[in-house]
């Protein structure tokens, strides 16, 4: 049974740090790459940062670039996103994604597997 299950959101001030995990079962990270994306009220979904299933290459927004880190724990099936000095623009419902493909993209939605999201909040 496939599952992603993301975590770790919260209510944080500006400047400080959260970091999400995605957890997935049903599927390996050796052949899907995972990508977060993020969903603020009443915008469209983005890309924030993915990593490549074949040879863990990753790929960041510009408005995240030098603030968040991706990384993944193939043994604990579980892909994390590091978030560092957080701003009030960074406000969103983070959801986790997988893809069948050595070269993922965060410029689409079209994604195969998506899990509920986390929300994030950050505001003094």
């Known amino acids: 049974q496939l599952q992603i299950v993301e975590s770790g959101g919260g209510l944080v001030q500006p400047g400080g740090s959260l970091r999400l995990s995605c957890a997935v079962s049903g599927l390996s990270l050796d052949t899907y790459s995972i990508g977060w994306f993020r969903q603020a009220p009443g915008k469209e979904r983005e890309g924030v940062s993915c990593i490549s299933a074949s040879d863990g290459s990753t790929t960041y927004a510009d408005s995240v670039k030098g603030r968040f880190t991706i990384s993944r724990d193939n043994v604990k099936a579980t892909v994390y996103l590091q978030m560092n000095s957080l701003k009030p623009e960074d406000t969103a419902v983070y959801y986790c994604?997988?893809?069948?493909?050595?070269?993922?993209?965060?410029?689409?939605?079209?994604?195969?597997?998506w899990g509920q999201g986390t929300q994030v909040t950050v505001s003094s």
């Open positions: 994604a997988a893809d069948r493909t050595a070269y993922p993209n965060i410029g689409t939605i079209w994604w195969d597997y």
